[in-house]
């Protein structure tokens, strides 16, 4: 079993940036893909971005691409989100997510099913 923590969310002023970290525990020596996914107050979770397990794959959702970016430390089993020029409608709960290694059409993919491991999540207030 893995368990995720995510932390590093807030508040800041539009143009402003965040960056959140996802640190892994348990059974972390295989090999796992991650994503990040965020969901506003009556909205349903939407994809953000993923990294696969060797990090030579990086997905972002059009909505955030050019602004975020997703690395690895696989020495500190932590996943990262860099957020620069962060907009009002950013403003989410965050959640990162573990992939249990899979096939290249699926691995860092955009669909929550796909994930089997989840963070509880951490609040992104962005301010206008």
């Known amino acids: 079993q893995v368990q995720l923590v995510e932390s590093g969310g807030g508040l800041v002023q539009a143009g402003g940036s965040l960056r959140l970290s996802c640190a892994a525990s348990?059974?972390?020596?295989?090999?796992?893909?991650m994503g990040w996914f965020r969901q506003d107050s009556g909205k349903e979770r939407e994809f953000v971005a993923a990294?696969?397990?060797?990090?030579?794959?990086?997905n972002y959702a059009d909505s955030v691409k050019g602004r975020f970016t997703i690395s690895r430390d696989d020495a500190k089993n932590t996943v990262y989100l860099q957020m620069d020029s962060l907009k009002p409608d950013d403003t989410a709960v965050y959640y990162c997510?573990?992939?249990?290694?899979?096939?290249?059409?699926?691995?860092?993919?955009?669909?929550?099913?796909?994930?089997?491991?989840w963070g509880r999540g951490t609040q992104v207030t962005v301010s206008s």
């Open positions: 990294i696969s397990w060797s990090g030579g794959k990086t």
């Open positions: 997510a573990a992939q249990v290694y899979a096939p290249s059409t699926v691995e860092a993919g955009t669909r929550s099913s796909w994930y089997d491991y």
């Open positions: 348990g059974r972390t020596g295989g090999r796992f893909g």
